[in-house]
């Protein structure tokens, strides 16, 4: 029940449109932005909203909603901004913070670069490169960092990850999901030079360069349960290395047990060779993720592990070696095997998704 002390927050049409504004725009302060957002919740339940959920909402604590609360019923729109502070007076504006958070957004950079550095940007806006490093550092702009991303087209995408997520949260009984994929391309990397071991103030080192003596490719199941690995390498990637491997797994499993084997949409788990076996062994139902989604496969999870921890820093004269390393390295982990626990709803991961979508469609660029 909401606080028998709160007075009621009313917003005027302009005041909504104002804040609603402020709470979107994204050369905005962040606190301000972050503010506006409070009062737009408040204002929610004819508002009265109870200052604890807002402050869950929010993610500030029922203080500061309380604080901006108060603040805007005695002072309205005036009330969100900061209050002045004891000090030298600013030499730069809010004006020229705008401009330059605006044009760090919007613009390439000088003359044919293709992003801003704080040398360009200080001699572009007439700032020092220490207050251009600073006011980006503020806003959290980072003109030189990338990262990249991808969409799936896959019109069967909802479905998809209703059905791999819901295995994943709430797996049948009486059966066995495993996470299956294949890690092709593994080289057999020798460096030029043996590797230095690590000393006092002094890293491990090795030769950038490298001698390739064959690569392998690791078919490999994931229990979801038990974090536990069915995997075997073979040197070709075809159908009928895909097909020995799910009669390696038929073999390893109890008969007893249902498998439901998560993959992705590579051609050779779709072959008729493969759809005949399948038909002959009704144990075996497969689920599909969405193209373009290798990341809802656990098992990809567990092959970033064994780079890390393996192949990265490993040297290996030949296929065989590199092989039976692999093999030593799946037993260790088998005898304590870590299970990857899934914890997003297939609702949270499409309303993050709608919502990525809506900022790419509302950025402007």
């Known amino acids: 029940m909401p606080s028998p002390k709160l007075i009621p927050l009313v917003l005027s049409d302009a005041e909504r449109a104002s804040l609603e504004a402020l709470s979107r725009k994204r050369t905005a302060s962040q606190s301000l932005a972050g503010r506006a957002r409070v009062i737009l919740a408040c204002a929610e339940e004819g508002g009265v909203a109870p200052l604890t959920r807002v402050a869950a909402r929010t993610g500030l604590s029922r203080e500061s909603v309380r604080k901006w609360r108060v603040r805007f019923v005695e002072r309205r729109l005036d009330g969100l901004g900061d209050a002045p502070r004891p000090g030298a007076a600013r030499k730069i504006t809010d004006e020229q913070v705008e ?23 200080a001699a572009e806006t007439g700032l020092s490169q220490s207050s251009v490093s600073r006011i980006w550092r503020a806003f959290g702009l980072k003109p030189h960092v990338v990262e990249t991303w991808k969409l799936s087209t896959d019109p ?39 590797c230095l071991p690590m000393l006092p103030t002094t890293p491990a080192r090795m030769t950038h360069d490298y001698v390739r003596n064959g690569t392998t490719s690791l078919f490999a199941a994931l229990d979801l349960a038990s974090g536990s690995v069915i995997a075997q390498p073979y040197r070709r990637h075809r159908h009928q290395e895909f097909l020995r491997f799910l009669k390696l797994i038929d073999t390893a499993v109890p008969n007893g047990l249902e498998l439901h084997l998560v993959l992705d ?91 990525y979508c809506q900022r790419i469609i509302d950025s402007g660029h």
């Open 265 to 355: 949409n590579y051609a050779t788990h779709k072959t008729p060779a493969i759809h005949q076996w399948l038909l002959k062994h009704p144990r075996f139902h497969l689920h599909f993720t969405p193209t373009s989604s290798s990341w809802m496969n656990l098992v990809e999870r567990w092959f970033a592990e064994l780079t890390n921890r393996k192949l990265r820093r490993s040297a290996h004269r030949s296929v065989t070696e590199l092989e039976t390393d692999i093999r030593k390295w799946i037993n260790e982990w088998n005898k304590d095997p870590k299970p990857f626990v899934w914890t997003k709803s297939a609702d949270e991961i499409l309303e993050t998704l709608a919502a």
């Open 156 to 194: 069967e995408f909802i479905g998809k990850v209703r059905d791999v997520v819901g295995l994943y949260m709430s797996p049948p009984e009486n059966a066995l999901v495993l996470c299956v994929d294949e890690k092709s391309q593994i080289q057999a990397l020798d460096r030029t030079a043996p």
């Open 99 to 121: 401009v330059l958070v605006t044009r760090t957004l919007t613009e390439k950079g000088r003359g044919q670069d293709s992003h801003w550095s704080t040398r360009s940007m």
